[in-house]
C-alpha cells in the first residue's frame, strides 16, 4: 500500500559501474522522506537501476525476499567489485611522470602498475596515462590525434620514447664534442665581432667610430641582452601562459635568455614554457610578460588586451 500523496522521487540511476554503496545512500535519503516501510522501499528500487542492475533485479527469483535489507545484502554482493573497480582507477590516476623523467621510465612504471589491475578498462587506462603525463611533444601529439585503442597508444608511445633517447644521445655527443675543444678554439670570436674588431684597429676607422658615438663590440652585444622591463604592463584578459600557448608557434615571440639561476636551486615543480625550464611558472615570468608589452605597444596583440583599458 503506497502512502497517500506519494510521488515517486528522481533518482540518480545505477548501472552496476560504480560504487553500489554510493547509490544507495541518496536513494535511501530521498525516499525517507515519504515512507519508512520496506514494501515502497522495494517498491522503488528498480526505478533507480538502469543496464546489468535493472536485468539482476528483475532475475530475482519469486518470493526469494523476506525485507529491503535482504535487497541491500544482496545488491551490494553483486556489484561490490565495482568498489574496487573505482580505487584501480584512482590508483591509475596518480601515477604522474616526474620532473625530468624520462618517457620510457614513466611509461614502464604505468605499465607495470596496469598490468596488476585487472578490473581497468581500456578507457580508464587510456585516460590516466594521459592525465600523468607531462606537457610535451607526445602530449601534444594525443591532444591532435587522440588513439582508439590501448595498443595504438603504446605504438605512439614507444616511437615517441625513441625519439626521446635519440635526441638525448644527440645532446650528451655534442657536450663531449665541446667539452674535447681547446679553449681558444671554445672562446674564438664571432664573424661579426672579429670584423668590427679589425676595423677598430685601424687608425682613420677609429676616429669614425668614435665621432659617430658609436658603441663598442661588447657594449653592442650587451645592449642586444639586455631586456626591456616596465613599471607598468597593459592589463590583458587572460593569463600570460595562454597567450604564450597561441604565439609559440607564430614566431613573433623573441627567443628568451636562459634561466640564469643554478639548476640545484630551482623549484621543479614549476616549469616555463617559455624558457623550456623549470624554476618559474608560465604566468610568472617576467621576460615573457615583458616580450608581450613590447608587442603590445607597437601595434600588435590587441585581441589580448582588456577593452576597458587602455596601454600605460
Not at 535489507?69 to 573505482?86: E, G
Not at 578490473?119 to 603525463?133: D, R, Y
Not at 643554478?262 to 617576467?286: A, I, L, M, S, V
Request: glycine share 4%.
Amino acid at each position: 500500500m503506497m502512502p497517500r500523496g506519494f510521488r515517486m522521487p528522481k533518482f540518480k540511476t545505477f548501472s552496476g559501474s560504480r560504487d553500489p554503496g554510493n547509490h544507495l545512500k541518496p536513494f535511501d535519503s530521498r525516499l525517507s522522506f515519504w515512507a519508512s516501510d520496506d514494501e515502497v522501499y522495494a517498491w522503488a528500487f528498480p526505478s533507480s537501476l538502469l543496464g546489468q542492475a535493472l536485468n539482476w533485479f528483475h532475475k530475482l527469483p519469486p518470493d526469494s525476499i523476506d525485507c529491503w535489507q535482504h535487497i541491500v545484502d544482496l545488491f551490494m554482493d553483486k556489484f561490490r567489485a565495482s568498489i574496487v573497480a573505482d580505487e584501480d582507477k584512482r590508483t591509475l590516476m596518480d601515477i604522474q611522470q616526474k620532473p625530468g623523467e624520462t618517457l620510457r621510465s614513466f611509461a614502464t612504471r604505468f605499465e607495470e602498475v596496469a598490468t596488476n589491475i585487472p578490473t581497468a578498462n581500456e578507457k580508464v587506462t587510456m585516460i590516466s596515462f594521459f592525465h600523468g603525463l607531462r606537457y610535451g611533444p607526445l602530449k601534444e601529439k594525443l591532444v591532435l590525434e587522440p588513439p582508439n585503442t590501448r595498443n595504438e597508444l603504446f605504438k605512439l608511445v614507444i616511437q615517441y620514447i625513441k625519439l626521446e633517447e635519440v635526441k638525448l644521445l644527440s645532446e650528451e655527443y655534442l657536450l663531449k664534442v665541446e667539452g674535447s675543444k681547446p679553449k681558444d678554439e671554445v672562446r674564438q670570436k664571432s664573424p661579426k665581432r672579429a670584423r668590427v674588431w679589425d676595423r677598430l684597429q685601424r687608425p682613420k676607422e677609429r676616429e669614425t667610430f668614435k665621432r659617430q658615438g658609436a658603441r663598442s663590440p661588447r657594449r653592442e652585444d650587451e645592449r642586444q641582452c639586455r631586456v626591456q622591463y616596465h613599471t607598468f604592463y597593459t592589463p590583458l584578459q587572460v593569463p600570460v601562459g595562454r597567450i604564450y600557448a597561441q604565439l609559440e608557434n607564430k614566431r613573433i615571440l623573441s627567443k628568451p635568455q636562459k634561466i640564469k639561476s643554478p639548476p640545484n636551486r630551482r623549484d621543479e615543480k614549476n616549469y616555463c614554457e617559455y624558457h623550456k625550464d623549470y624554476g618559474h611558472d608560465t604566468d610568472e615570468c617576467r621576460l615573457l610578460k615583458a616580450e608581450i608589452e613590447k608587442l603590445i605597444r607597437r601595434g600588435q596583440l590587441k585581441e589580448f588586451v582588456r577593452r576597458d583599458q587602455g596601454s600605460l
